[in-house]
Structure formats: structure tokens, C-alpha cells
């Protein structure tokens, strides 16, 4: 009975079926020896769910099992920086980069953490590592607009343009580096762009609130003042 319901499990989570996987596991339980694989598809199943602390335990006994996985240790990171564990995020993926030095995806986590830690600097530099293991596709767009966010925060906001205009070259749809290079124009008094940025994001995501907040506060800047009203009152609706 146990096997069937391992057997189960794993079909859910072939599904994505996350929470109907975990339950099967349960019922599972010591019907099959525990594994690397087995911890790691649980802990992926329950950061999926939003369940961080759950992952980071499973992510643990995965990495008793096999402390030479790179893929495990830049999840345990991930996992970290979501629980606001930034430096050990930081150190795990250390970890991983001495087993992966050119995973980009590891880059970005070490990265993103980095930046929460309000290291700007070093940000950058694991952005730009990143970049340079895979300048295109979806990694490469992801460094290059959270690279900008990184200048952005040391007020090098020519740059941090100059990097989100590198990550809409990669995907033109891309809302939140259409966002952030309409904020950064914002800070240089450049509101007539900021706008065509904002307007842009609300192209790609009419319901994409914070687009419209930022497109009000430019509205505001140039005292345009009903067109603020509206924008406001639909970041509002929206729930900002």
C-alpha cells in the first residue's frame, strides 16, 4: 500500500501537483529508503508551496546524503534568501559555485542575496558573472535587470539604465525591467520616458499595479495632475 502511494507521489509531482504529492509521500512514509532524490523533490514540491522552513529541512537531509551536489546547495540558498537568511545564502552558494563555477542561476541567487544584504557592490559583481556564463535566455535577462537594481542602489542609474535596456533586448516583454528603467529615469528628472516606460508595463500587464503607482508619481512630476489621480486610483483598485 505504502509503495502505491510512493508510486503516487511521484506522478503528482511529474503533474506539479505539489500538495497532492507531499500527502501521497506521507502516506509513503518508510515505504522506501530515503534518498538524495527523495528529499530533494520534497523540498522542491514544498518550496513551490511557499513552505521555505519545510524545504530548507528536506534540503538539509539531501545534502547529508550527497554534500557534493551543486544543484542543492544553489537551492538550499534560494531557499535561504527567502527565509532572509541572506548570509548564509551567500555561503551556500560559495558552495555550489566551488562544485559549478559557471552556473549562471547561482550567480543570480548569490547575487540577489548579496543585494539584500545591502552589499551593492558585490551584487553587481555576481550579476555580472552571471552575465557572463549566459548572456541570453531567461538567465541572462534576469541578471541584467537585477544588475540594474543593484546600480540603481548606488545611484549609478546611467548604468542601471544601460543594463535594463540590455535585458529588454533579451525579452521585450519584460514588465519589471520596463518598471525599474522607468523608476531610474524618474530619479535622473527624465519623466516623459519614465511614462513611456510605465505605459509600456501596462501594455504588456494592464493589472500590474505598481507600474501604474509609478506611473502616477511621473504623471505627478509633471503636474499632470488628473492623469496622476486616474493611475493612483487604479494602483489602488488593484490592491497597491
Known amino acids: 500500500m505504502n509503495e502505491d502511494a510512493n508510486t503516487k507521489a511521484e506522478a503528482y509531482y ?39 522552513d519545510e524545504a530548507a529541512a528536506a534540503l538539509e537531509k539531501a545534502l547529508q546524503l ?14 535561504c534568501s527567502q527565509l532572509d537568511r541572506n548570509a548564509e545564502a551567500v555561503a551556500s552558494c560559495g558552495k555550489s559555485l566551488a562544485l559549478d563555477a559557471k552556473n549562471a542561476r547561482t550567480w543570480i541567487v548569490r547575487g540577489f542575496a548579496l543585494h ?9 559583481e555576481s550579476y555580472a558573472r552571471a ?7 531567461a538567465d541572462g535577462r534576469r541578471a541584467w535587470n537585477n544588475r540594474g537594481a543593484a546600480l540603481d542602489n548606488l545611484n549609478r542609474h546611467d548604468e542601471a539604465i544601460d ?19 522607468g523608476v531610474a529615469l524618474g530619479v ?13 508595463a501596462i501594455q504588456i500587464e494592464p493589472e500590474y499595479a505598481t507600474a501604474w503607482k509609478n506611473l502616477g508619481v511621473a504623471y505627478q512630476q509633471l503636474h499632470r495632475h488628473d492623469e496622476a489621480e486616474e493611475a493612483f486610483m487604479r494602483a489602488g483598485e488593484l490592491g497597491l
Open 131 to 137: 552575465i557572463e556564463c549566459n548572456p541570453l535566455g
Open 66 to 79: 550527497e554534500p557534493e551536489n551543486a544543484d542543492a546547495w544553489r537551492s538550499y540558498a534560494w531557499v
Open 14 to 52: 511529474a503533474q506539479g501537483n505539489y500538495e497532492e504529492a507531499l500527502s501521497a509521500w506521507e502516506k509513503a512514509d518508510g515505504a522506501v529508503p530515503c534518498s538524495f532524490a527523495l528529499y530533494f523533490q520534497k523540498a522542491v514540491a514544498l518550496r513551490k508551496l511557499g513552505r521555505y
Open 163 to 181: 543594463s535594463y535596456d540590455e535585458a529588454l533586448l533579451i525579452d521585450p516583454f519584460d514588465i519589471y525591467a520596463w518598471n525599474n528603467k
Open 188 to 200: 535622473l528628472a527624465r519623466h516623459e520616458e519614465a511614462i513611456s516606460c510605465f505605459l509600456k
Open 116 to 124: 539584500r544584504l545591502g552589499k551593492y557592490e558585490k551584487a553587481v
